[in-house]
């Protein structure tokens, strides 16, 4: 497969330890349109497959289960061996797991609420840029707000596989400003995390 044919896909990190929730936060119920309520990673997994991108998770050690549920909805994973290591390490154990494609959106398990359409956006945009930031402007505030997911072209492969530690791929944001576009969205979900319960 060339590169102008390799697809841009979704990686999505769901290795944390949930320290802040006080449990597996992959676990925390999240209230449906329909009123239903269903896990927070299958909501968030819901999300991306609605968008139609490629997508791999990132799974930590011990994760088994999760892998098992992810192979009956045929959804690509991994576990990282040093997951409790920090998030850098998990984002390159995934970009280095899906070194065949063009494009890298960099997904938080802990952001269900981001719409379907806000990643084929962004994934549009990583067409003509390098880097690609949503960001929301709040009507009351008038500040604007950075997002995700944050994608990262073919370009960024060898920084994002070397990408280590809490920070994630932060330092390859503020190291290059001249690549970084801003994709302005209306889309509350890129900036709405759960850390807490009540956030649910």
């Not at 819901?46 to 994760?63: K, T």
Request: proline share 6%; charged share 20%.
């Amino acid at each position: 497969m060339s590169n102008t044919d390799a697809p841009i896909g979704v990686i999505l990190l769901a290795a944390g330890k949930s320290e802040r929730f006080g449990g597996d936060k992959r676990l925390a119920e999240i209230r449906q349109p329909q009123g239903t309520q269903q896990p927070m990673l299958l909501t968030t997994l819901q999300q991306i497959r609605a968008s139609g991108l490629p997508l791999f998770v990132v799974l930590r050690p011990g994760d088994q289960q999760w892998g098992d549920a992810l192979d009956k909805l045929s959804i690509d994973w991994g576990i990282c061996p040093e997951a409790a290591q920090g998030m850098g390490h998990s984002l390159a154990f995934g970009v280095h797991a899906t070194q065949h494609w063009n494009g890298w959106l960099i997904a938080l398990a802990d952001m269900p609420f981001i719409q379907p359409a806000t990643y084929q956006r962004v994934a549009a945009a990583l067409n003509q840029h390098k880097i690609v930031r949503p960001i929301l402007q709040r009507t009351d505030t008038g500040k604007t707000l950075n997002g995700h997911p944050v994608g990262f072209s073919r370009s960024y492969a060898c920084a994002l596989t070397q990408c280590q530690g809490d920070e994630g791929a932060r330092r390859l944001l503020t190291d290059n400003p001249q690549d970084v576009y801003l994709l302005p969205l209306t889309d509350k979900g890129i900036v709405q995390d759960i850390d807490r319960p009540q956030d649910c």
